[in-house]
């Protein structure tokens, strides 16, 4: 496939599709690109130092890459900044920071692994060794600051390691003696990257401070939580932050909640790769749901189920696919016969209701995929956040982590 694009004029195609990506906010076609160049660049040993259109290609694949970044895994998100903070520093004109904000939360919805992430990230920053200033450098005494550690150390050093504030950031980029030796150009580069740095690091200062709005509704009662601030001091939210702390603090202990962080035993199978298989999403859960019907889902067909389980939260769909008729009676005579649903389970009349639903992905994930709880549940706690992210109704309580049993279990 290489030959077939190593060449200018093919370049310039896909340069300007991901400007229109950019200008219309298609996040999916600029994640196609990203996956495609990937795919390319990788499987067929494209070395980025092999010429000037290699590079411009991994140069491309990695714009790609961080405009559709609130839709990628981990990995890949990992490898962009190892490997690809300059290329995003020159994407002045798209906001980086808030994809990113969306792409911590859709992720990881958990925050507690959303902590770990961030710090993750951070980490790849203060080592980085890509190189963001100019040919000349930034000459500080004999130190010459070219590289992002070097920037990110001589930052911490004049605001002597203080939490993140916007006044300290600017009073940085406006008189510390590296920017006055910067161009503007440059500043523009060092701004948006301590920006990025300082919302990572400011995990490690306020770890209770939320990327979204969280909603608690306790007795009737409905309590919101903006910013990590609560809008009404309320017992029941000193309890849930108490939690969150607890939480947390199992978190730093890795022996006590190791398989209930662990990484996630599954590979999503990108929707281009669902679609080519079976035209469309709807055809792939029809599938889906007559081996589910048939007992024919197994622990080998894992990634494709739980990918499609995905597209159709994300979507909005999947409540319309428990709906229809022919699905709902065959999921009951399912359940009549399970070991391991309750009663209650069992005996889900409303498909609307979070108890059908966890009665739904509780059979699927433990009786057909052999998912353990902790992993079933947890999966189920990031469907239903797909599933309210996507419009859809709430399905906060369909399950819980259990701070006495360090794992998730379902409610």
């Not at 896909?14 to 499987?43: G, H, M, P, Q």
């Not at 990031?382 to 409610?411: H, P, T």
């Amino acid at each position: 496939m290489w030959d077939k694009i190593n060449n200018q004029k093919v370049l310039d195609d896909f340069k300007r599709s991901l400007d229109n990506d950019i200008l219309e906010y298609d996040l999916n076609d600029a994640k196609i690109l990203y996956t495609s160049l990937r795919d390319i660049l990788v499987k067929e040993n494209i070395n980025e130092t092999g010429g000037a259109m290699a590079e411009e290609y991994y140069k491309l694949m990695r714009q790609a890459g961080f405009v559709s970044l609130a839709l990628l895994e981990f990995d890949d998100a990992k490898q962009l900044f190892a490997e690809g903070l300059p290329t995003m520093l020159e994407l002045s004109e798209f906001d980086v920071l808030n994809e990113l904000k969306k792409f911590f939360i859709y992720r990881f919805p958990i925050l507690a692994d959303r902590l770990l992430a961030k710090n993750d990230l951070q980490k790849i920053i203060e080592e980085n060794n890509k190189r963001i200033a100019n040919a000349a450098g930034a000459a500080i005494g004999e130190k010459q600051l070219f590289i992002v550690s070097d920037w990110i150390k001589n930052y911490l050093a004049y605001i002597n390691q203080a939490e993140p504030e916007i006044l300290k950031l600017q009073e940085y980029l406006a008189r510390s003696e590296a920017m006055q030796k910067t161009s503007e150009e440059e500043k523009n580069k060092i701004g948006l990257l301590l920006k990025i740095y300082d919302y990572l690091r400011m995990a490690q200062f306020k770890p209770f401070l939320l990327d979204e709005e969280l909603t608690i509704v306790e007795d009737g009662e409905t309590y919101t939580v903006t910013e990590g601030r609560a809008e009404k001091v309320d017992p029941n939210i000193k309890k849930l932050m108490a939690d969150i702390r607890e939480i947390l603090e199992k978190a730093r202990a890795p022996e006590e909640v190791a398989t209930a962080y662990s990484a996630v035993g599954w590979q999503r199978i990108s929707k281009p790769q669902i679609l080519k298989k079976y035209k469309t999403l709807e055809a792939a859960a029809d599938n889906l749901f007559k081996k589910i019907a048939g007992n024919l889902l197994g622990s080998a067909d894992k990634d494709e189920a739980l990918s499609i389980l995905y597209y159709l939260a994300e979507e909005n769909k999947l409540m319309t696919f428990l709906k229809s008729p022919a699905n709902f009676s065959g999921l009951k005579a399912l359940f009549a016969k399970s070991k391991k649903l309750t009663d209650a389970q069992k005996n889900a009349n409303i498909p609307e209701l979070t108890i059908f639903l966890q009665a739904f992905l509780r059979y699927i994930f433990e009786e057909l995929l052999e998912m353990s709880v902790n992993e079933a549940a947890r999966e189920g706690q990031r469907l239903a956040n797909a599933l309210k992210k996507s419009g859809g109704a709430d399905y906060f309580d369909i399950s819980y982590f259990d701070l006495n049993k360090g794992q998730f279990v379902w409610k």
